[in-house]
């Protein structure tokens, strides 16, 4: 009887493992950023939206409207001449501070600039200078009446442009971007060719390769994923661009208007229309516009990389 009970057991095989307790450790030691992250992030986004769907009337209060205020944007002039406006600027502006801030890493990292630790902080310092701060200087420099420009003026009987009128404004306002930038962008640059391996360079050259040629075989595709996310946050700045013309505002009134950018219109239409609805309409839809720029850019990015 035993045997055949030995047998059976044998026959049934051992018993299945038992499945491993879940364990919360992970999680908690994750809740702290979740909370914060929902806090910060995703509540005033879920709130925007709430917001958007939504209109204050004289007659009614607020009324649920549904998607009323996203076709009211997509109507607005205001809003396309400002998205128009910031679509220049990233086209022209974003190259030539991107295309500055390579040049800058590529002659850091060379080794044959004199002075290099002088000129990487130098090159950075204007990034550690306060937007604030950094727009009222450019500014004073740019007035005609006060300023450098017109001081230029006094003194030699020139009359030079003014920065501040409405032609170019928005050329003084890339400037003052890429007078702030170039260092932030630079360093990115500059710390992704300091990781680069030596003996790349090593083998180009026993083959005799070029500095011109190490750079465009070497330098540059080993750095791509570096050109592609400053490209990117050089995208989402270009497309957030508030503080200067904000402050320009009131030394250039009648260049910049309350709708010379999205940013700028957002805050116009909260603060002082007092249209908080339509304003997070149109702060979700830059922010659509925003994400889909990034993301295809990022694509493009990562499939030449491949």
Known sequence: ?????????????????????????????????????????????????????????????????????????????????????VALFLAVQVPIMLGIALLVALALDSGRLYGKSFFRIAIFLPYAVPAVVATLMWGFMYGTRFGLVGDVNDAFGAKLPDPLSPDLVLASIGNIVTWEFVGYNMLIFYSALRVIPHSLYEAAEIDGASQLRVITAIKLPAIRGALVIATIFSIIGSFQLFNEPSILQDLAPNAITTSYTPNLYTYSLSFNGQQQNYSATVAIIMGLITMVIAYVVQLRGMRKGA
């Open 1 to 85: 009887m035993a045997t055949l009970q030995s047998a059976a057991v044998g026959r049934a095989g051992p018993p299945p493992p038992r499945r491993p307790r879940r364990s919360w450790t992970g999680w908690g030691f994750m809740a702290p950023f979740t909370l914060v992250f929902a806090l910060v992030f995703l509540a005033p986004i879920a709130y925007s939206i709430y917001l958007s769907l939504f209109q204050d009337r004289l007659i009614g209060g607020t009324t649920f409207v549904g998607l009323d205020n996203y076709q009211r944007a997509l109507d607005d002039p205001e809003f396309w001449e400002g998205l128009g406006r």
